[in-house]
């Protein structure tokens, strides 16, 4: 089994729509999580950290369950400008493990 | 903060031939540091981290390696890369743990030919 598993998507959706997927995690351990942004043929870029009581940062939300051991994101109001994939990320002791990751393309 | 450097940013190599990358850390001292390769269409997958100076575990048995001479330099090398070698290499870095995720470097695509 994977340690992170996500839908690869992708998600197309227009401007303005609400997009939301989910990621699992294997390890009942692990003991942080983020959702990292990562653009064609660029490295990675953190997007926000998980916490237990779900956060907000703008239009993103992220909430953690670990009794199911899930993390969601949502996105409101889609941009153009948020197309790209979305790494869900779980960290164990000094290390990161990352999902293949989920496409979402937004359109005009 | 922390500024990760790698280079080359692509790097076309024949089979059988020689690979050494380098990541060097700006900003910071005693960093975490990761190599990750990922592969077209995949995910990332980590190939080695270092706590400090000397110290290198390897996640996968493969054809590479890993060295850190220096607090804030990491390589990646290899004596005789294969075709399935090809990817992109990612270089990631944190001081203390990782629980506030950690930044990489712009990467290297590595294609071997």
């Known amino acids: 089994r994977k340690e992170v598993e996500q839908d690869p998507g992708p998600f197309n959706v227009p401007e303005g729509a609400t997009v939301a997927f989910n990621c699992t995690y294997s390890n009942s351990a692990s003991q942080s999580f983020f959702w990292y942004r990562q653009d064609c043929r660029k490295e990675p870029k953190l997007l926000m950290s998980?916490?237990?009581s779900g956060n907000e940062d703008g239009r993103f939300t992220a909430q953690l369950n670990r009794a199911s051991q899930y993390i969601s994101l949502l996105i409101r109001d889609s941009k153009l400008s948020d197309s790209a994939t979305y790494l869900c990320?779980?960290?164990?002791?000094?290390?990161?493990?990352f999902g293949a990751g989920t496409t979402v393309t937004v359109r005009a | 903060s922390q500024t990760i450097h790698q280079w080359p940013a692509t790097l076309v190599q024949p089979v059988g031939s020689p690979l050494s990358l380098e990541c060097t850390v700006e900003g910071t001292s005693n960093p975490n540091l990761y190599w990750y390769r990922q592969a077209a269409g995949r995910g990332l997958q980590l190939l080695f981290y270092s706590v400090g100076i000397g110290q290198i575990s390897s996640e996968v048995p493969q054809n590479l390696s890993a060295s850190r001479p220096q607090d804030r330099q990491f390589i990646l090398s290899s004596k005789k890369l294969l075709l399935s070698d090809s990817g992109f290499y990612l270089c990631g870095g944190v001081v203390g743990g990782a629980w506030n995720g950690y930044t990489f470097g712009s990467g290297t695509r590595l294609t071997v030919v």
């Open positions: 998980v916490y237990s």
């Open positions: 990320v779980v960290n164990n002791d000094y290390k990161l493990s």
